[in-house]
């Protein structure tokens, strides 16, 4: 999910105590290895949380939203109020919450793999 607030957040984590590349490198390592599980707990290939802007098409499959929301999300002004919506969307697939979301949105490296890897499980009906 490399949009450009994941991009600014592995930045902040590069120039911290590191001096340098690894924190931010680890942080956005966490971020694609927790979005990967999410991906295959809801029967997608984990391999497409790799791929940048393909990986927000597939979590918009994965909430279940229409192609316009990926239009949307391609609209600078609008990019991070329809991330929030497609994470939010996709979040409430797996049972959780507007705060989970916002967790999702903010920490991604934290969040991703707590969704991918806990015990909540993906919800594929209407």
Not at 3 to 30: D, I, K, P, V
Not at 86 to 113: C, D, H, N, T, V
């Amino acid at each position: 999910m490399t949009t450009h607030l994941h991009l600014m957040l592995a930045a902040l984590f590069a120039e911290g105590r590191t001096g340098g590349f690894g924190g931010g490198f680890f942080a956005y390592l966490l971020m694609v290895v927790g979005m990967w599980a999410v991906f295959t707990k809801a029967g997608e290939a984990g391999w497409k949380a790799i791929i940048p802007i393909y990986n927000i098409w597939v979590l918009r499959r994965v909430g279940r939203l229409s192609w316009l929301w990926f239009v949307l999300f391609l609209i600078p002004p609008l990019t991070p109020f329809v991330l929030f919506y497609i994470i939010w969307s996709a979040a409430e697939r797996f049972g959780k919450g507007f705060l989970y979301s916002l967790g999702l949105f903010f920490l991604p490296f934290l969040f991703y793999p707590m969704l991918g890897f806990g015990s909540s499980t993906y919800r594929n009906y209407p």
